[in-house]
């Protein structure tokens, strides 16, 4: 039976006056709305006294101050910027940061087309690996090595196809077994000049004993001051021996007294071999008696423009004395412009193509010395002129890494170059192989492997290897520290493709100076 109370029944029940009364419900209600209260307006007083930075997550970096006040110059409402959620920002988020980024920071992707789609959208997040509100004095470009071995800790897992990238699928740190030796050394010199650095570090550039030493005397007089030493205070006289050291023809770009690239990369590089400046003094190409009223022949000219030379050095030095005519046994030379007294023409113009010809050859055989019979072509010299083909001396051999000379400029050359010494000069690093028995230098890449490097490269917290502690050693670091760091960027850098930059110049500049693809 349904049975349902009566208003008399709830009228006793019930008090009248029940919503004036207060319950342990309201009370405990009203109790933490009050501290609440209190609590924010104490939180307020705070973070309006030490700055409102309470009201960001800190301060950003010194790059990003100018528009530190306006949020929405990064950020957009509800969209998560944060590299922790990355699992929560959708492609129109991920479009956004990337374009708020490259608005200032036009750079390279990072093989993203070969990477699996989570760690494509990883590399399109640039605050995943550059965090800011770290303070002003945050370096957002110095990245844990944790944010690449994510990656290439496996890259079997993070790519489409792992066995088309060119590089070891598994680094998990710097070191011999974790990161294995440089794979620019296993692909041989990329150079296409012959050239024996051995004979060229010995005084006189030929072995002790052997005839035709050059002495500074031999030298062109444009270049005698350049190469004379000064030992002990005392300068080398005409007759010493040419002594060549390192410096003679691999120098720091942008010391003083070079052209500047780039403000970023002053001494990183080594300057590139140029004939002139480092060939010519020695290896002048003359291919007719020289005196100094003579012109030399242009080095890397199209043949045409040589022969065209040839003909008009052998025709106006005859006529001008600047080159003696067959059985002239006179020692007076007329002086430049003028007809030697008593001479008469005597190089005739039938005989003049097969002289030329003959001068082209012996000209030819002095090119061979140095360079491959292909890149001696009109065709093959044009290319270079224009510079649609590779430099025949690289400037760089490490071509996936930074090798900063300038940070090393302390050590003696031969702790990585020990190979470019002759055997028998006591730095060397192939004393026990017989000089003959080595590669050639242009088919030997002279650089010391990833042992070198991890000596000092290490862990902080590790101790020097043993090998670092002999005086010897001691003396071919100049002095410098034992410990350096092991971060991937100390030697890498990320935004740069291959087939998208230059690496051989564009992967070293500064992040900010590339162009996006």
């Given amino acids: 039976m349904d049975v349902r109370e009566i208003a008399k029944s709830r009228s006793q029940r019930i008090q009248a006056d029940y919503f004036r009364r207060t319950t342990w419900l309201t009370r405990s209600r009203a109790l933490m709305a009050g501290i609440a209260l209190v609590i924010a307006c104490l939180y307020a007083f705070w973070a309006i006294r030490t700055g409102g930075s309470q009201f960001s997550t800190g301060r950003v970096a010194a790059a990003h101050a100018s528009f530190e006040n306006d949020c929405h110059h990064c950020h957009a409402d509800f969209t998560p910027i944060s590299g922790d959620a990355l699992q929560f920002a959708s492609a129109a988020s991920l479009n956004h940061i990337d374009e708020a980024c490259q608005s200032c920071h036009q750079v390279a992707h990072h093989f993203r087309g070969q990477m699996k789609p989570a760690f494509a959208a990883m590399d399109q997040h640039c605050s ?10 945050h370096d957002m470009l110095r990245i844990s090595e944790t944010k690449c071995t994510q990656c290439h800790a496996n890259l079997a897992a993070t790519c489409n196809a792992a066995s088309t990238i060119e590089v070891r699928a598994d680094i998990t740190r710097f070191g011999a077994s974790e990161h294995g030796d440089f794979r620019s050394l296993s692909l041989g010199d990329p150079g296409r000049v012959k050239f024996d650095h051995a004979q060229h570090m010995r005084a006189g550039q030929v072995k002790p004993g052997n005839r035709g030493a050059f002495t500074i005397a031999m030298l062109e007089s444009d270049h005698r001051e350049r190469y004379r030493k000064t030992l002990d205070g005392i300068a080398q006289d005409d007759d010493s021996l040419v002594t060549l050291a390192c410096a003679d023809c691999h120098t720091l770009a942008g010391v003083p007294g070079t052209a500047v690239s780039s ?58 004395g600047a080159i003696r005519m067959p059985r002239d046994a006179t020692a007076k030379i007329p002086p430049l412009g003028s007809l030697g007294e008593g001479r008469k023409p005597s190089t005739q113009s039938d005989l003049l193509p ?67 010494y002759p055997v028998d000069s006591g730095r060397s690093s192939l004393d026990d192989e017989p000089e003959s028995a080595r590669p050639s230098d242009h088919e030997l890449v002279m650089i010391g492997g990833i042992e070198t490097c991890t000596g000092c490269h290490r862990p902080a917290e590790s101790a020097p290897p043993d090998t670092l502690l002999t005086a010897e050693s001691k003396r071919m670091l100049g002095g410098q520290t034992t410990w350096a760091s092991d971060r991937c960027t100390t030697c890498h850098r990320y935004h740069w493709e291959r087939g ?18």
Avoid at 367 to 385: F, K, N, P, V, W
Avoid at 390 to 416: K, N, Q, S, T, V
Avoid at 500 to 517: F, N
């Fill in 354 to 420: 097969a002289i030329v010809a003959n001068l082209r050859a012996e000209l030819e055989q002095k090119c061979l010395q140095c360079h491959q019979s292909s890149d001696l072509t009109d065709e093959a010299i044009g290319r270079y002129r224009r510079g649609e083909a590779g430099p025949m001396i690289p400037p760089r051999w490490l071509r996936r890494g930074i090798y900063d000379h300038a940070a090393h400029r302390l050590m003696d050359c031969a702790f990585c170059h020990g190979a470019a």
């Fill in 128 to 137: 995943g690996c550059h965090t800011d509100h770290q303070g002003r004095e």
């Fill in 263 to 320: 403000d970023a990369e002053i001494g990183r590089h080594i300057e590139p071999i140029a004939f002139d400046r480092h060939c010519a003094a020695c290896h002048a190409l003359n291919s007719i008696g020289r005196t100094e009223q003579t012109l030399a022949i242009p080095h890397a000219a199209p043949w045409r423009e040589v022969e065209t030379l040839l003909s008009a050095k052998k025709v106006g030095g005859q006529e001008t």
């Fill in 500 to 517: 998208k930059v230059d690496q051989s110049v564009q992967a070293d500049k500064p992040l900010a100076t590339m162009r996006l693809r």
